[in-house]
Nanobody, 119 residues
């Protein structure tokens, strides 16, 4: 049973930084794409950033230049470094991972971690 366990959320003042981590457990296989999504109250879940197992990255326009996604393939772990945080970054952040095995795609989600940006 694959599980994604997130950590690192919390309360931070505008302009501050946080680092989220997400570790995949329960599998010996390296995850393919991994990423972060977020959902603010009353809004749809949206993509924040993704990274392939080769290191190619993709960011939402709203976070470009402020957030950085990275991963440690040996640990099946993905990170999200968030700098210059704004109140509009407040949301529940969800880790996402994709695994392809024998032509079948599997998708996994973490339980979510709250990020609140407020003074």
């Amino acid at each position: 049973q694959v599980q994604l366990v997130e950590s690192g959320g919390g309360l931070v003042q505008p302009g501050g930084s946080l680092r989220l981590s997400c570790a995949a457990s329960g599998t010996i296989f390296r995850m393919n794409a991994m990423g972060w999504y977020r959902q603010a109250p009353g809004k749809e879940r949206e993509l924040v950033a993704t990274i392939t197992n080769g290191g190619s990255t993709n960011y939402a326009d709203s976070v470009k230049g402020r957030f950085a996604i990275s991963r440690d393939n040996a640990k099946n772990t993905v990170y999200l470094q968030m700098n210059s945080l704004k109140p509009e970054d407040t949301a529940v952040y969800y880790c996402n991972a994709e695994l392809w095995r024998l032509g079948v795609r599997y998708e996994y989600w973490g339980q979510g971690t709250q990020v609140t940006v407020s003074s």
